[in-house]
């Protein structure tokens, strides 16, 4: 593929199954001949990975919301300037499993900070970079902790369930607000069952429409 490549991500609460999808998405892109590459939010760098531990570890349990918000758009910040855009401009397919969405999400419906702030700090951190196409991996947070928790919950895991509802809630705000942009996926079923969903969905990026129309899977 030549030009510019397609940045697509997934999000969604906790145990939805983005991980799993992703990676079925990504064989079935490069069967087709494409260069994909997959990286996780926060993460995917040297310095996002260290980041990434602060953030999760379930002993940081005084950190306060801003100091949240702030190293998760920090990790962003560095995956963006030295993974995303260089691949994306050497025409790659970037599967990213969470991006903005995400903080708006967790930090915003979630902790209850201000939406218009995370925006314009996220804007900040991506310099303007947004998605062509986002997946929102929609499932009941009772269902997708259980998941999530079987070898023990970091910390944002371990918040009370009322906390993963209002992240749900926000997720499904999102998608509504952005409905060009954003495919709301049932992740209920069978992983056979959301992939077939997923792959409806990416159809509507041409690039990978004209890949996918009339060859098997």
Same mark, same amino acid.
């Given at each position: 593929?030549?030009?510019?490549?397609?940045?697509?991500?997934?999000?969604?609460?906790?145990?939805?199954?983005?991980?799993?999808?992703?990676?079925?998405?990504?064989?079935?892109? #490069?069967?087709?001949?494409?260069?994909?590459?997959? !990286?996780?939010? *926060?993460?995917?760098?040297?310095?996002?990975?260290?980041?990434?531990?602060? /953030?999760?570890?379930? =002993?940081?349990?005084? !950190?306060?919301?801003?100091?949240?918000?702030?190293?998760?758009?920090?990790?962003?910040?560095?995956?963006?300037?030295?993974?995303?855009?260089? &691949?994306?401009? =050497?025409?790659?397919?970037? /599967?990213? &499993?969470?991006?903005?969405?995400?903080?708006?999400?967790?930090?915003?419906?979630?902790?209850?900070?201000? /939406?218009?702030?995370?925006?314009?700090?996220?804007?900040? %951190?991506?310099?303007?970079?947004? *998605?062509?196409?986002?997946?929102?991996?929609?499932?009941?947070?009772?269902?997708?902790?259980?998941?999530?928790?079987?070898?023990? %919950?970091?910390?944002? #895991?371990?918040?009370?369930?009322?906390?993963?509802?209002?992240?749900?809630?926000?997720?499904?705000?999102?998608? =509504?607000? #952005?409905?060009?942009?954003?495919?709301?996926?049932?992740? =209920?079923?069978?992983?056979?069952?959301?992939? &077939?969903?997923?792959?409806?969905?990416?159809?509507?990026?041409?690039?990978?429409? !004209?890949?996918?129309?009339?060859?098997?899977?």
């Amino acid at each position: 593929m030549s030009g510019r490549g397609v940045f697509i991500t997934f999000e969604g609460g906790e145990g939805c199954g983005k991980s799993t999808q992703i990676e079925l998405l990504a064989k079935l892109l #490069e069967e087709r001949g494409l260069t994909v590459v997959v !990286m996780r939010e *926060p993460g995917g760098t040297q310095v996002g990975e260290r980041v990434r531990d602060v /953030l999760l570890d379930p =002993a940081l349990g005084e !950190m306060t919301i801003q100091t949240e918000l702030l190293l998760y758009q920090a990790s962003r910040a560095q995956l963006v300037a030295e993974r995303i855009q260089p &691949d994306l401009a =050497a025409g790659r397919i970037v /599967l990213c &499993d969470r991006f903005a969405d995400s903080t708006l999400a967790y930090q915003g419906f979630g902790r209850g900070l201000r /939406l218009e702030e995370i925006s314009a700090l996220s804007a900040f %951190a991506t310099t303007g970079l947004v *998605p062509d196409l986002t997946f929102v991996l929609d499932l009941d947070p009772d269902i997708g902790l259980v998941r999530a928790v079987k070898n023990g %919950a970091d910390r944002l #895991e371990a918040e009370h369930i009322a906390f993963h509802r209002r992240v749900q809630e926000g997720f499904r705000t999102i998608a =509504a607000s #952005e409905p060009s942009r954003v495919a709301l996926i049932d992740a =209920a079923g069978t992983i056979e069952d959301v992939h &077939d969903r997923v792959i409806a969905a990416v159809r509507r990026l041409p690039v990978i429409n !004209m890949l996918l129309t009339g060859r098997p899977r």
